[in-house]
Structures are given as structure tokens and as C-alpha cells.
Nanobody, 117 residues
Framework: QVQLVESGGGLVQPGGSLRLSCAAS????????MGWYRQAPGKQRELVAS???????NYENSVKGRFTISRDSAKNTVYLQLNSLKPEDTAVYYC???????????WGQGTQVTVSS
């Protein structure tokens, strides 16, 4: 069973930065894609950023130029660098992985990011 464990969330002031980490129990290169989603109170979960097995990245429009997704295959870890944070970025951030055959999705437990002065 694949396990994804997120870390790195916290409270930060507007304009600040955080780096989220998602450690997988197996090789991240076995997944067809990995991504970060977020869910704010009263809102639907949305895709923030993703990276495919070939390294292609994609970002939700509101985070382009501020967030960066990356990976370290040696550590089986995917990162999300969050810069120039805004109060509207406040949400629980979830790591997601899609199996190599695109059949299964795996989720982490989530990590809270709060942007407030």
C-alpha cells in the first residue's frame, strides 16, 4: 500500500514562503504523475500543481510564478515551494499520486497552510 506523508505547513505572514514536502513509501518514478491539491473551508478541493513521470509540470493559474513543484527521486519526495503567499492561499494542502497504470489514486493526510498577519 502506497503511503504519502506531507510536512512543512504552518502559519506565515502575507508575502512569506513555505516549502511543503511529500514523502512516498515507494519510488515516485513509478507514478504516472504526482500533484498538490488544496482545499479551503467551504470550497472544493482543487489542483494546485502537478508533475508527470517525465518531469512536465502544470500549475493552476492563480499560483503561476509563485509556486514551484519539484521532486527528488533519490529521496522519493515531491516538494511544493510556496512564495509570495496570500491570505487566499490558506487551505489544507494534500499530496496526490496516480499509479503508473492510471487506475489508482493515493492521498496524503494533508498539511495546513495559514497565511495571516
Amino acid at each position: 500500500q502506497v503511503q504519502l506523508v506531507e510536512s512543512g505547513g504552518g502559519l506565515v505572514q502575507p508575502g512569506g514562503s513555505l516549502r511543503l514536502s511529500c514523502a512516498a513509501s515507494g519510488s515516485i518514478l513509478s507514478f504516472s504523475a504526482m500533484g498538490w491539491y488544496r482545499q479551503a473551508p467551504g470550497k472544493q478541493r482543487e489542483l494546485v500543481a502537478s508533475i508527470t513521470s517525465s518531469g512536465n509540470t502544470n500549475y493552476e493559474n492563480s499560483v503561476k510564478g509563485r509556486f514551484t513543484i519539484s521532486r527528488d527521486s533519490a529521496k522519493n519526495t515531491v516538494y511544493l515551494q510556496l512564495n509570495s503567499l496570500k491570505p487566499e492561499d490558506t487551505a489544507v494542502y494534500y499530496c496526490n499520486a496516480v499509479s503508473g497504470d492510471y487506475v489508482r489514486r493515493y492521498w496524503g493526510q494533508g498539511t495546513q497552510v495559514t497565511v495571516s498577519s
